[in-house]
Each structure stands twice: as C-alpha cells, then as structure tokens.
C-alpha cells in the first residue's frame, strides 16, 4: 500500500508508477483508470504487484494494468507485460492458472420476441446439454490419443469429428490452434485431469448466458449484431488440465530459478527464459492448454446450437448461429509490437486482459481485417455485456490489449455474508434474468454487488483509447456451474 | 476422536485462501487440507467408507505444502472423491504421507459449492511459529 503518492497522472486515464518507486523495476508501471481505480488498486496491494512485475527480466515498456485492475497472484488481474522473447522471460504465473480462460459469443438470427416465448424450453434444453461443475462428467470421453490430437491441432480437430463448424475457425485467434503445441511436455497427471473434461462450463465465474443486444454503434453491422439480436455468451477455460500445467511449470521454473539468477520480490512470479528448455517446454505445453481451452468452448457451442434446434426445430446455420469471436483473456503470445520506434518480437503476456487488435493487422480473419477484431467483455452475473473492437491506440499504448471484464471488489466470503443465494436468484428474476445453477451459494459469490461496474470500466477503456464499444448487450438468463 | 480442524478461511477481495495451526507440520497440513475442502464441499456431510493414501513430495516447505494440497485437490477431482478427515503419518521437509478417510462424492449430498484450481505461492508459508506451526496458502479459484 501507498504506492499511489508516487503516481504520476500522465493523462486523464493514464497514471505512471516510475521506475525507482520500488527496488529492482526494470521499467516504470501505467495502470489505465481513473483515481477512483487507482485508490482500489492501491488499497487492494494490486499497485504493488505492478510495481513487481516490472521487475521481469527483458521486460519491455511498461508493466501494465487495464482498468480492471485488482490484486492477484503475483500478477495482478488486469496486467499486461511483454518481454523480449531474445533476452526477456516467460512466466505461467503471467497467464494464470486458466490458461486460455477465455469469452466467446454466438450469434443468432432469431429476436428477443422469438425466444422469449421458448425460453424455459431453451433452458431446459441448454442445462440437459452442456455439462457444468464438479463431478458431473464431461459427454466427450476421449482416449489418450485423441487428448494428445485435441492438444496438438486444436479445434479443427474437434470439428473433423463433427463438433462444431469449419468456419468458426477463423472466428477464434490463431484459427483455433495455437502453434507450437507438444503433448509430450504436458503431465500425465495434467492428462488425468482434464481428461473428462472437454465441453465442460467450471463453475466460478463461469457461465453460459443468454443475452439480448440492446444498443448497437458503428461496426455492429459489419459484426452482423443488431438490436433485439439473441446472442449467447460462454465464459470458460482450460479446467483441470490449465491448472495443473501451470502448477507443474511453476515448480519446474522454482527449481531451475537459481541457475538462471534472477531475484524476484514474488515467488508466485517465477519465470525462465523464453529461450531456455524451461520456457520452451512451459509454452509447448501452455499451447495444449490454449488449443484445449478454445475446444472445451467450441464444444459447449456445438451443445447450445443443438439445444437451440431442438427448442426451434431448425437447424442451427437457419437460425444464423455462427460464432462473432472467441477472445482468451490468459494467455502468453508472440507478437511484434513497435517500441520506442523498433519493431520487437515479444512475449506479451495478459492476465485477464484481452488482446484488442485494430484494423489492418494481418493476425485478424479477413472477415474482420477492415473492422478490427471483435472483444467481447463479460459482465457480471445480471449486468451487461458489451462487444468491443480493437484501436490503434492500443496498439501504441498497451501492446494491443484491454480489459477483460468488471474485476471483484467485494470477497467470495463477504458477498456471500451479504447475500444469500436465493435471494439473489429471486432479484435476478424479478429484473427479468432467468437463473440456472446447481448451487446456489455460489451463486451469491458471483453477485453484481461483488463486482465493479463493467460498464465504467468499458467507458474508461474508451476514454484511454484502448477499444471502443459496438453493441451492448442485457443478460435473459444465466446458466452458472 | 480427532481433534477439530484449528483453521481460518482468509478471505481477499478476489480470492480466498486458509490459514492452518498445527502442534506440528503433520497437524498443520491436516487443518489446511481440511480448511481448503471445505471450499469445495461440506465435509461434515461425507460419511467414511473407505480410506486411501498419498505422497506428497517438495524442495522445501512451501512446496510440500502446494504439493501436498495438489495430492488432497487431485483425489476429489479427478478419483471423485470426498474427504471427511486425514491423518498425516509421515512429514520431513521433503515429504509428507497421509491416510485418507471418505466416500465417492455426490455433488449434491455433499454440497458442492465451488472448486479449486490450484493452491498458489501467493504469500504462502509453512513454517514454525513459536511453539506451534503454521501453513497458510491462497487458492486460485
């Protein structure tokens, strides 16, 4: 705490932590937001971990948070860092535990009218279809061998075992298969525990929703939304398997730590270098981990399109359901980035931030190259959701990146202290949110009241230049593991 | 009968962690174990009908501690199990063995509540405190 005196405010939304503030910063720390976040932040020691992920050697720039930014594992939530991938590091604490936890949304012809009257039979369907939490088991059981083709080709993949389409393939980033993939890098012990998993929603904070767009701006057109549009929104990640390869990598980096020797103010923060067996082995393995995370999403779609023609009795390309874009919001990537001017190949790590590119970069679907690539940020439980798309200013001020979503100010324990989960759902209903979830204690914990409002960090990321809005959209109903 | 669970559930805003005593480090890593299930479930709704062991291995004590946790973590996720209570019968500062007592988990007899990605190294500590010891740890959840 206390860093916020040493802040400087460089512009309405922007704020410098100088290097020097705290010992070892390699480069000074720019949180986006406005004084309000900062004090949050402050108070929260997430200014503190700022300040110590610009401690990473070869990190380049700045060490970075979006405006929802909070306190995190060595890294907070909201951080952006890119190192050089010649002399910088990797660090999976960098991406998380979720590697490739991630957002995508699923279009649809069909208007609130139309669905509206189908509803519970949409849920009924949609809640018998997509496998959620702890002990319920995935539909896909998959051997070895396909776990290892999953990892390796991504979600084409799935899709040439008719799970999912061909063309949401160019709907998701790297067309749904991270390079550099190596099964052989991932645990047998990261294998057992995703290994039921493919198509399953986690519980936490993720979720399935059903969503109205109710406001649309320039560009919506171009991403086929309009207004009174039934979109759906699925929110998960990696499970088991993500997990255990960053807890593997994080013991693996700990023990080879001295041999590279680096001082880190953070043990949650350790790190190899990209080049190293370590670093290469970490990102070969991360890469199984993002091309199962984008599967697990890309299978949960495949289940909603058929709850969907089962609700509609018409097939789901009738009823317009393609994919607008999966986002992953953990996740490691390589990407050239000027800096100071020079054209650098970096390792730009985001840590619930999204990456937000402008129109005109060659990474962007051609469907998307003129508009710029679609960010879709999740609201809390209840609240709205909104699609973004990418600037040029991001480019120069934050390696391409935004938020990802609203950020919890209020504890799992304190919400669930303050709200009880019926009452909740109760709430939630009379405001014209339907409710489906298995437990409903963790549903409190996922209270609109723990959370910021998404909606002024979606401003904010605005007023800093770093995406701007295209539609938003207000939740129906909420499918919760 | 065993001793109650001597644990706090610490509580952040965007995560949760536990923080466990012990007369010593095999007590400790009880209480933490059990303070970390009953984040996921309601033990005292798991009845015990079989008993299994595991091994835990670290390079210091922090990382026993994660590593002992990712042992408890992996029976109820992936063997489906629940956990009532466990007895560490053997602890160095490099490996740690305990017998496990509980059922196969029902997630709605048992009260799922939520799960647990991994225990972290987030201001974790597993140390001696005086004359007891201590283990603390946050999740990621």
């Known amino acids: 705490m206390g860093l916020l005196r040493n802040a400087r405010q460089k512009d309405k939304y922007v704020w410098e932590i100088p290097v020097g503030t705290q010992e070892g910063m390699r480069v000074p720390g720019v949180v986006f937001g406005d004084r309000e976040i900062l004090q949050k932040a402050d108070e929260d020691n997430a200014l503190v971990q700022v300040a110590n992920v610009a401690c990473l050697p070869g990190i380049v720039k700045a060490s970075l948070a979006m405006p929802d930014i909070h306190w995190g594992y060595g890294f907070p939530i909201g951080g952006v860092a890119a190192t050089d991938v010649e002399e910088g590091v990797v660090s999976p604490g960098g991406v998380g535990y979720d590697i490739s936890c991630g957002v995508r949304l699923i279009k649809s012809s069909l208007s609130w009218e139309e669905v509206e009257k189908r509803l519970e039979e949409l849920l009924d369907h949609l809640e018998r279809g997509v496998p959620k939490g702890l002990g319920t088991k995935g539909r ?23 799970i999912g389409w061909e063309e949401d393939l160019e709907c998701m980033e790297e067309g749904g298969c991270y390079p550099g993939a190596d099964p052989s890098k991932v645990s ?127 097939g789901a390309r009738k009823l317009g359901m393609g994919l607008l874009y999966d986002v992953s919001h953990n996740l490691a990537k390589v990407e050239r980035h000027l800096v100071d001017g020079k054209e650098m190949t970096l390792m730009v790590h985001r840590k619930g931030a999204t990456r937000a590119f402008p129109a005109g970069r060659p990474e962007l679907p051609e469907r998307y190259r003129a508009v710029g690539q679609p960010v879709i940020i999740p609201g809390d439980m209840g609240s709205h959701s909104y699609v973004l798309v990418g600037t040029k200013e991001a480019m120069e001020m934050s390696f391409g990146s935004t938020c990802h979503g609203a950020g919890r100010t209020m504890s799992r324990k304190a919400a669930k202290k303050k709200i009880r989960g019926e009452e909740l759902k109760r709430r939630l209903e009379a405001r014209g949110i339907k409710v489906r979830t298995d437990h409903l204690s963790g549903l409190a914990e996922e209270a609109p009241e723990a959370y910021k409002d998404v909606t002024e960090i979606v401003k904010i990321c605005e007023g800093a230049g770093l995406s701007r809005r295209v539609a938003r959209m207000r939740p129906v109903a909420v499918l919760k593991g | 009968m065993p001793e109650t669970p001597d644990f706090e559930i610490l509580d952040h805003t965007a995560d949760v962690g536990v923080r466990a005593w012990g007369k010593g480090p095999a007590e400790a890593l009880r209480n933490a174990s059990l303070g970390m299930l009953q984040l996921i479930y309601d033990p005292s709704t798991v009845k015990i009908n079989e008993s299994r062991e595991i091994e835990a291995v670290g390079r210091d004590w922090p990382s026993l501690l994660v590593a002992f946790l990712q042992e408890v973590l992996y029976l109820v996720e992936v063997e489906g199990w629940a956990i009532k209570d466990l007895e560490v019968v053997e602890v160095s500062e490099y490996r740690a063995r305990a017998r496990l007592q509980g059922e196969d988990l029902d997630p709605e007899r048992h009260l799922v509540s939520g799960e647990i990605k991994a225990p972290t190294y987030h201001m974790i500590k597993f140390e001696r405190d005086y004359d007891h010891w201590i283990a603390q740890v946050y999740f990621d959840v």
């Open chain 1, 140 to 162: 896909l059981q998959l051997s070895r061998k396909e776990m290892e083709d999953l990892m390796r080709k991504g979600v084409k993949e799935l899709v040439a075992k008719g």
């Open chain 1, 188 to 314: 047998e012990r990261a294998f057992q525990r995703g290994r039921d998993q493919t198509g399953t929603l986690g519980s936490g904070n993720h979720f399935l929703e059903v969503q109205v767009v109710e406001e649309t701006g320039p560009l919506a057109e171009e991403m086929g939304l309009f207004e009174g549009q039934v979109v759906v929104m699925v929110h998960s990640g990696s499970r088991g398997l993500g997990h255990q390869i960053c807890s593997d990598y994080i013991e693996v980096m700990n023990a080879a730590l001295s041999r590279y020797g680096f001082k880190l103010p953070d043990r949650q923060l350790v790190c190899a270098p990209v080049k190293s067996r370590e670093g290469r082995d970490y990102l070969a393995a991360m890469a199984c981990a993002a091309n199962f995370a984008m599967c697990n999403r890309e299978a949960i779609t495949h289940w909603i399109r058929e709850a969907f023609e089962a609700t509609f009795r018409a």
